[in-house]
């Protein structure tokens, strides 16, 4: 995971350049997650000025929906998203086809560098992969840099802080994981 590590030194045009897409998603969803859930069309046209580009009609995203940038997320194919999801996306976040999320899932690509005289120099971030037919069950979180394989699934309550192989079912408090039939 860490030779995916970028850091986003402060002070610098890159770290204006995020704290400016991040305030304008942060106008953005708070007026996403007002909106009425019989509003599709105006969820439609928020979540598409979120990603800077139009939401695929595929995909289901189900409001209150949270995230930090917006522009580093990229959905495959029939993708379901349930509510009260935060994609913390700075650092890139890609979910395979045929994915569903459930309700209350983190997906967080960024963080500080861990030495403590090196906390404030700026921020880390590591892009997450979410490979195809995957299911991440509700209040998962997933860790930057961590991809999750195809086919797996991922048990409600995880914390996953490392890389997930393709078919594996990983669960909360449980270092076992198991093939997929």
Known sequence: MTDRMHLIPRRTPESRAVVERVQTVLDLTSRLNALPYSDAEGRTALL??????PLPSDVTIYPPFYCDHGLAISFGANVFVNQNCSFYDIGGITIGDR????PGVTLSTAGHPVAPDARHDGITTAPIVVEEDVWIGANVTVAPGVTIGRGSVIGAGA???KD?????????GSQVVRKVL
Do not use: D, E, F, K
């Open 164 to 172: 997930v192989a393709a078919n594996t079912v990983v669960t909360s």
């Open 159 to 161: 914390v996953i802080a």
């Open 99 to 102: 994915t569903m999320i459930g």
């Open 48 to 53: 598409s000025a979120i990603l800077g580009r």
